[in-house]
């Protein structure tokens, strides 16, 4: 039982690339989400899914995209990379009695 | 809509005295409230919640909180203050029911340190 893992650790990417950040559970959990975490502004809900198929936004939604075609993975896609998209980000999956963070991305756009 | 402010950023205790991290939140419904602890470059690791019942729940690395509907308060202690504790700490809410029960709004966050 590995938990919820995420890919890469860590990336530098360049404004205007593109790039998926990976999530994946082993956990047969429905909900799975995504955040951000920045210095001082703690972490914020960029987007979250409820289910298969099912997905909406979070506080912080802009720039990123995500889909969940299957129960363990979820997505988080920067279309078109911006300095602002740098920050740590955090992908989470929840029972019904808790939720479940991964280790973190930390991605740099230069 | 709901939020969490955590009154201040930068908590300085000595080792072996007591921890005492603030956390108010706001909600429009009976809140899910959850603490979780981040060491450096790691990820996020709960420390305690409440849900529903008693009050004063008890954690983790011997930490508790407890809940005061009336001022809309989950304040996190710890007795006796270890070198280890220190971190940064997160105070968060959700609101109850349907698929938005771990739809997580996070305080800004806490940093501890532990002077020996």
């Known amino acids: 039982n590995a938990g919820v893992t995420q890919t890469p650790k860590f990336q530098v990417l360049k404004t205007g690339q593109s790039m998926t950040l990976q999530c994946a559970q082993d956990?047969?959990?429905?909900?799975m989400s995504w955040y951000r975490q920045d210095p001082g502004m703690g972490l914020r809900l960029i987007h979250y899914s409820v289910g298969a198929g099912i997905t909406d936004q979070g506080e912080v939604p802009n720039g990123y995209n995500v889909s969940r075609s299957t129960t363990e993975d979820f997505p988080l896609r920067l279309l078109s990379a911006a300095p602002s998209q740098t920050s740590v980000y955090f992908c989470a999956s929840s029972s019904t009695a808790r939720e479940y963070f991964g280790p973190g991305t930390r991605l740099t756009v230069t | 809509a709901q939020s969490v402010t955590q009154l201040g950023s930068h908590v300085s205790v000595s080792e072996g005295a007591l921890v005492l991290l603030r956390c108010n939140y706001s909600?429009?419904?009976?809140?899910?409230l959850f603490w979780y602890v981040q060491y450096p470059n790691q990820g996020l690791q709960l420390l305690l919640k409440?849900?529903?019942?008693?009050?004063l729940v008890k954690g983790i690395n011997g930490f508790e909180a407890e809940f005061k509907k009336s001022e809309t308060s989950f304040h996190l202690t710890k007795p006796s203050a270890h070198m280890s504790d220190a971190a940064e700490y997160f105070c968060?809410?959700?609101?109850?029911?349907?698929?938005?029960?771990?739809?997580?709004?996070f305080g800004k966050g806490t940093l501890l340190t532990v002077n020996p």
């Open positions: 909600s429009s419904v009976p809140p899910y």
């Open positions: 409440y849900t529903t019942g008693a009050t």
């Open positions: 956990m047969n959990h429905e909900y």
């Open positions: 968060a809410v959700s609101e109850t029911g349907g698929g938005s029960n771990y739809k997580l709004t």
